[in-house]
T-cell receptor
Framework: NAGVMQNPRHLVRRRGQEARLRCSPM?????VYWYRQLPEEGLKFMVY????????ESGMPKERFSAEFPKEGPSILRIQQVVRGDSAAYFC?????????????FGNGTRLTVT | RKEVEQDPGPFNVPEGATVAFNCTYS??????FFWYRQDCRKEPKLLMS???SGNEDGRFTAQLNRASQYISLLIRDSKLSDSATYLC??????????????FGKGTHLIIQP
């Protein structure tokens, strides 16, 4: 009964490169959320997706960031032309029927370091 | 006023003691409240939901005060393993989608032997 799987655990990119973060939700979960956490800061919502649809991307920067959750395969958070300020822990969470009615289950995160 | 506000601590508490901390929220229309726990460099995990009448789960008790817009978490007979950051989570903010969950920055708790 695998939980939320994120990979890679650690990702190092040089400025200007692209970062791809992957998230496989828990089996049977179709709601996926991405959060960013800076050191000593709280979790900041980025985007909420259901299969093939972006429900809310109000927390995502307008440029360089994109997310998808295809019909088959994991959800992908893509950051183009990374900058040092993108260094953070990125957590993915999934829920069965939306976060109000069923708890969020988090993956163990991807720690992105931009050099 | 911040959407969800917590005292960052740290709270240094001897093992076996009782500790309580609060979280205030700004949106009076919020309906759902949770406490999550996050260990250092790990993912957050749901500790408990908070119900209107208050609820208890073992050594943990959660209370909601709608009039003053705060929720509280009480830990009795604290254990070394309770050392963690406790995140207050409330809906009705900018958290995302119709659910709008917003996370506080957390209260850091250290249980000392």
């Amino acid at each position: 009964n695998a939980g939320v799987m994120q990979n890679p655990r650690h990702l190092v990119r040089r400025r200007g490169q692209e970062a791809r973060l992957r998230c496989s939700p828990m089996k049977g979960h179709s709601h996926v959320y991405w959060y960013r956490q800076l050191p000593e800061e709280g979790l900041k919502f980025m985007v909420y997706l259901q299969k093939e649809n972006i429900i809310d991307e109000s927390g995502m920067p307008k440029e360089r960031f994109s997310a998808e959750f295809p019909k088959e395969g994991p959800s992908i958070l893509r950051i183009q032309q990374v900058v040092r300020g993108d260094s953070a822990a990125y957590f993915c969470a999934s829920s069965l029927s939306g976060a109000l009615n069923s708890p969020l289950h988090f993956g163990n995160g991807t720690r992105l370091t931009v050099t | 006023r911040k959407e969800v506000e917590q005292d960052p601590g740290p709270f240094n508490v001897p093992e076996g003691a009782t500790v309580a901390f609060n979280c205030t929220y700004s949106n009076s229309a919020s309906q759902s409240f949770f406490w999550y726990r996050q260990d250092c460099r790990k993912e957050p995990k749901l500790l408990m939901s908070v119900y209107s009448s208050g609820n208890e789960d073992g050594r943990f008790t959660a209370q909601l005060n709608r009039a003053s817009q705060y929720i509280s978490l009480l830990i009795r007979d604290s254990k070394l393993s309770d050392s963690a950051t406790y995140l207050c989570v409330v809906n009705g903010g900018s958290g995302g989608g119709a659910d709008g969950l917003t996370f506080g920055k957390g209260t850091h708790l250290i249980i000392q032997p």
